[in-house]
């Protein structure tokens, strides 16, 4: 699929300061393109996608591009592990992003690069849809 001009490409550094210029650029172009009905959802991809490549500790890069009522987020970095979308347990604090992206997008996916590393990319389309929060197993000795 290709996208057309309507497209801003970002680096980013490997830093926490990088979720919040994500967010901020992603606000700056829902507004640009008259889709800030999208925010909701975009922001939470946006964040969680960018904290995932920060975990990679070089510089990575923020596309965001629309095509029609679709807005397309690509994070690209120079790993080339496929994404982990594993379930992680009640008690653990990480490990539910790509749930969370999944939950809040149309569609989701990731793709190596020829230069090298990966882009993981969503689809946001819809500002009725609110994220559904992803199951998260309960240790049974904490079940009621």
Not at 44 to 70: P, W, Y
Not at 72 to 89: H, K
Not at 92 to 108: F, I, M, P, T, Y
Request: hydrophobic share 40%; proline share 6%.
């Amino acid at each position: 699929m290709t996208w057309p001009s309507g497209s801003f490409r970002f680096p980013l550094p490997p830093h926490p300061i990088a979720a919040e210029q994500a967010r901020i650029l992603m606000r700056l172009a829902l507004a640009e393109w008259k889709m800030s009905d999208l925010a909701d959802n975009a922001l939470i991809i946006t964040a969680e996608l960018v904290t995932n490549a920060m975990k990679i500790g070089q510089v990575f890069h923020l596309t965001l591009s629309r095509r029609d009522d679709t807005v397309m987020i690509e994070v690209s970095d120079g790993s080339e592990a496929a994404p982990d979308r594993q379930r992680r347990s009640f008690d653990r604090v990480d490990g539910r992003g790509l749930l969370l992206v999944e939950a809040c997008s149309k569609d989701w996916g990731w793709r190596l690069e020829d230069q090298g590393g990966k882009t993981v990319w969503a689809l946001v389309d819809n500002p009725g849809t609110k994220c559904d929060a992803p199951t998260i197993t309960q240790p049974s000795a904490m079940r009621m």
